[in-house]
């Protein structure tokens, strides 16, 4: 991939890679904050051997910020050092809050930007600061989200859907209001190389962890779920207009039950409809 050049015209532009990249991280792991008149600033603080994509960050903003090292005591070790990444530009920041980072709490109001971008590269951020690649206990690929955000919630699960033909239920968790999407196995193997495609701009330990996936193989003797049967917008169109689960069941080779919860989805609004022509 070619070599971006940063510049004030061009900042944040989400039909860009590294930019769609950037901002999807920076609204899961990074903070905007307001002070008196109009002083700010945008932090982002991480792991100092994620020091590699704070650099890339600076790189690619075209205004005056600066890394600095962080060392405390934590409830995981005695000591841990961090790196926190600064930008206190009021243009920056206006850029960014504009485009969908809130000032302060963020976590159950951010969304999928309204304008075009780079839905991959996007989604790869979101993952590369709140989600996880790798493998289970079992020894089983799997990439996952945790989210607070209904709108983010929905945006994987749609890509999801999309590059997997995976379908997720989306749910809070009990304990905390969050939703946890995952997909494990194949649909993990085809999530992680659509996200993380060669030199794609990202976390390098997750990118790493992505490559690993492809080297799985089912075992012999493990069984495979049935593949869902996807629905068309034929098919859609069919079930509206029947408006009854039965009649469409004979007609589209289905389920009554499976009728019944398409057509609940679709007149609730609950699923996208059929487009008309």
């Not at 997997?164 to 209001?177: M, W």
């Not at 859609?236 to 009728?259: F, Q």
Request: net charge positive; hydrophobic share 35%.
């Amino acid at each position: 991939m070619a070599e971006l050049k940063p510049s004030m015209q061009g900042f944040m532009d989400l039909t860009t890679p590294e930019y769609a990249h950037m901002f999807g991280f920076l609204q899961a792991d990074g903070h905007l904050s307001q002070g008196l008149g109009q002083k700010g600033r945008l932090t982002v603080e991480l792991c100092v051997r994620d020091v590699g994509l704070l650099l890339r960050f600076q790189k690619l903003t075209p205004y005056y910020s600066n890394i600095s090292e962080r060392t405390r005591s934590t409830n995981f070790a005695a000591t841990h050092t961090s790196v926190v990444w600064t930008v206190c530009s009021l243009e920056a920041r206006t850029t960014i809050n504009e485009l969908g980072l809130p000032y302060g709490r963020k976590s159950r109001t951010i969304a999928p930007p309204r304008g075009k971008f780079s839905h991959r590269d996007y989604l790869r951020g979101l993952i590369d600061a709140d989600g996880s690649v790798g493998f289970t206990s079992k020894g089983l690929p799997f990439v996952s989200l945790a989210t607070a955000s209904s709108a983010v919630a929905s945006f994987i699960r749609d890509h999801g859907r999309d590059v997997t033909g995976a379908e997720r239920s989306l749910k809070r968790n009990a304990r905390d209001g969050i939703y946890n999407i995952l997909y494990t196995m194949e649909a993990a193997q085809r999530l992680a190389a659509d996200l993380y495609y060669p030199d794609c701009p990202a976390l390098e330990r997750k990118r790493t962890a992505a490559g690993a996936l492809a080297a799985w193989a089912r075992p012999a003797d493990m069984r495979r779920a049935a593949t869902r049967r996807r629905w068309t917008e034929r098919e859609d169109r069919l079930l509206l207009e029947l408006g009854d689960p039965r009649t469409a069941a004979e007609v589209l080779g289905r389920t009554s039950r499976s009728c019944g919860l398409r057509l609940w989805r679709l007149r609730t609004g609950r699923a996208s409809g059929p487009i008309d022509q």
